[in-house]
């Protein structure tokens, strides 16, 4: 039962959501959730159900202290008892449940057994006889009906999670004590008076094995660091938020959520605060729940845009000819008579950051770009119009592994001129052409990029599976179980989480 020791700190690990990696720290906006965390029973069971198995094969073989025990026994004299090399090699726990609850995370393995073999000893002298008589042999140990408890408390402290012990201990119901070779019959009535330090071994092995795990994971939540690293330019806030909610039936956490510059450049905060509602699921058997303020994608489009990676120059389209004048003559007529057969570049530039907006079973983004031809003439680049457009298109989100991905498709455009120095310009004969190099140049690239997603909270060595997208007012739920890769060793969950994205 040993086993309890190590499985509940790697229980606390997952429900912790530690999906963390960078050394970098929060910067000021942190006080406010647009992400949250649910674990569900199903998934608290499906953790506990795991690590068990897992942890009980990373314990065994567990050593007690030697056992000593000295009587005077009137006409024998003195006789001396000792149980050596006492070592727990099987755990079997029969049943156990995890509950969260008001005072913290209840966990209790209960019917567990557990077999023990040990060395045993015996000697005595007497003033009948001038000698030492001694024997000794091997014993086996069977203790029955153990059960262990703790209760967990958890908190928000400067932006991680404090793992605090409220309560532990074990019980042992049962032992019998069997003893082989030597004179073994003659002495097991004997040695049956080392079952009450045997039982106190064993409980008091086992629940310094408890606060010694609870400890160590405490220490380790407190070095966790605060941020997801996205890519070279980007990492995920991943600061929590407020106190973790303890139903009858699942923890939820609340984090930041927002994207933000690895540099630390200051962001202008172009989307909308909102209380992060609670993670709701339509199938209350899934293991997992998260939930996503539009906020979180807005954040990222804010950091790329200010990162100025939303601008592109298009010298290739699947029409060639509409980057010569030529393509342009019956378009743009005076462009093609001032510049006639010269090349052109189109370069579209985002005006400010897109817009996401997350609504029932639809995401809706709103783009405000402007386009500028330009023609190349004897190596020179002239800027000849500036169009601006306001672009309309739909979401669609999926899972990739352990990323949320998502592709966008082009539902209209507006187009206004803003500037032209070859005169004025009939938009209505332009919109065809704009029309296809958003479909066929800038869609495909947006696509190109959001189809890589950007990593979901999910514990290193596990993976969702089958997962639903909920899309709410304002919100994406992921709804999902959860599996584990075997090939992962559960020590791994200890690696330092920066070596994992770096």
């Not at 690590?51 to 026994?73: G, H, W």
């Not at 408890?210 to 330019?233: A, C, F, M, N, R």
């Not at 139903?247 to 984090?255: A, K, P, Q, R, V």
């Amino acid at each position: 039962m040993k086993i309890l020791s190590k499985i509940l700190p790697l229980l606390l690990l997952l429900i912790t959501s530690s999906f963390f990696s960078s050394q970098a720290q929060v910067g000021a906006s942190n006080q406010e959730s647009f992400t949250s965390i649910i674990i569900s029973q199903t998934g608290l069971d499906f953790v506990k159900d795991l690590l068990i198995t897992k942890a009980i094969s990373s314990i065994i073989p567990l050593a007690l202290p030697k056992i000593e025990r000295a009587v005077k026994i009137p006409i024998l004299g003195n006789v001396r008892m000792v149980l050596s090399n006492i070592t727990i090699y099987n755990i079997d726990v029969l049943s156990s449940y995890v509950k969260p609850g008001d005072t913290g995370v209840v966990f209790v393995a209960s019917g567990t057994t557990c077999n023990l073999s040990a060395n045993w000893f015996y000697e005595y002298t007497t003033w009948l006889l001038p000698i030492e008589i001694s024997d000794h042999g091997i014993a086996s140990v069977q203790v029955e009906g153990m059960q262990v408890g703790l209760t967990l408390g958890l908190e928000t402290q400067k932006g991680t999670l404090k793992l605090c012990l409220v309560d532990c201990g074990c019980y042992v119901k049962d032992i019998s004590i069997k003893l082989d070779g030597g004179a073994s019959w003659l002495y097991q009535g004997m040695i049956n008076a080392f079952e009450e330090q045997i039982v106190s071994a064993v409980e008091n092995a086992i629940t310094k094995k408890l606060k010694e795990g609870i400890s160590k994971l405490d220490s380790l939540l407190q070095s966790l660091p605060k941020e997801i690293p996205v890519d070279d330019h980007a990492s995920l806030n991943i600061t929590f938020v407020d106190n973790p909610l303890l139903t009858s039936s699942s923890i939820e956490f609340d984090i930041n959520g927002l994207f933000t510059a690895r540099k630390k450049a200051s962001i202008p905060k172009y989307y909308n605060s909102n209380l992060q509602p609670p993670v709701f699921c339509s199938d209350q058997s899934k293991m997992l729940g998260i939930s996503l303020d539009e906020a979180v994608l807005n954040s990222a489009s804010a950091l790329y845009y200010d990162a100025e990676f939303m601008q592109w120059t298009v010298d290739k389209v699947p029409d060639q000819s509409l980057l010569n004048t030529a393509g342009w003559r019956f378009i743009i007529p005076q462009l093609y008579r001032k510049y006639p057969n010269d090349d052109m570049n189109l370069n579209i530039c985002l005006s400010s950051p897109p817009v996401i907006r997350v609504a029932e079973d639809n995401i809706d983004a709103t783009v405000h770009a402007d386009l500028i031809i330009d023609v190349l003439e004897s190596g020179e680049v002239i800027p000849v119009a500036c169009i601006s457009l306001v672009i309309h298109g739909s979401c669609s989100v999926k899972i990739l592994r352990n990323n949320l991905g998502g592709s966008v498709k082009l539902n209209g455009f507006t187009m206004s001129l803003t500037w032209s120095k070859i005169g004025k310009l009939r938009l209505y004969l332009i919109q065809p052409v704009v029309w296809a190099v958003i479909q066929t140049v800038f869609v495909p690239y947006v696509n190109a990029h959001l189809g890589q997603g950007f990593p979901l909270p999910i514990i290193h060595g596990f993976t969702v599976k089958s997962a639903e997208i909920i899309c709410s007012s304002s919100k994406i739920t992921v709804c999902s179980d959860v599996a584990y890769a075997d090939s992962h060793n559960l020590n791994q969950l200890f690696i330092p989480f920066s070596n994992r994205y770096t």
